[in-house]
């Protein structure tokens, strides 16, 4: 499973034939092509997908900032943050949050800003290797790249509004099952368990 497999996924819930690049010339590639990646990072941030949680050390930048004790640098692969924690909390981050706050910073770019010492970061990575996507994500992306090029392609609402619904059940099974791999007492924050499309 490639990029090129979840576009010809896309343009078979439209029953728009198939594309062998996404550098075609054709009106289908080249909306895959604009669609493709903006949607891919769109859903990375719609819901904490196990494959694209990524824990990692912040690096400390030297200035300090107003409000709080410690500035430290943006992960480069980092699409959303969800938590900052230290190593007391390792284990417990999600249900002991801890503050932090995501800003540009004047010197040194963005930064995360957070009174918490010697921080951890967990946040959703950008992924681009569609061999680490989980079935749910992709049939999530594909239907949501049909819904996105239904109208240019087809003109049909219905077809869109069916891709949207399938995209959002992809997403809500995904859900599902995650529950069904952690503890029972892990509590998600409002913005991921209420994600919607619309």
């Known amino acids: 499973m490639n990029s090129i497999d979840i576009c010809n996924m896309a343009l078979s819930f439209l029953n728009c034939g198939r594309i062998n ?21 769109r859903l990375l941030r719609m819901y904490p997908w196990g494959f694209a949680e990524k824990i990692t050390k912040l690096a400390l930048f030297e200035a300090q900032p107003i ?24 284990s417990n981050y999600e249900e002991e949050r801890q503050d932090f706050r995501v800003c540009q910073l004047a010197d040194a770019g963005q930064a995360i800003l957070t009174n918490v010492e010697k921080a951890y970061a967990c946040y959703a990575s950008d992924i681009k290797q569609t061999q680490r996507f989980s079935a749910e994500f992709v049939d999530a ?10 109208m240019t392609l ?12 399938l995209a959002q059940q992809a997403v809500d099974l995904a859900r599902y099952q995650d529950a069904t791999e952690r503890e ?13 499309f619309m």
């Open 67 to 90: 409000g709080y004790l410690y500035a430290y640098a943006y992960p480069e692969d980092c699409l959303l943050m969800h938590f900052v924690f230290d190593e007391d909390h390792a």
């Open 141 to 150: 992306l594909s239907h949501l790249l049909a819904s996105s090029i239904a």
């Open 154 to 165: 087809t003109g049909n609402t219905e077809l869109q509004s069916i891709n949207l619904q």
């Open 184 to 196: 029972r007492h892990t509590r998600y924050p409002h913005q991921y368990s209420d994600a919607r």
């Open 21 to 41: 690049s996404i550098d075609d010339t054709d009106t289908a590639a080249r909306l895959c092509k604009i669609n493709y990646n903006h949607l891919r990072r």
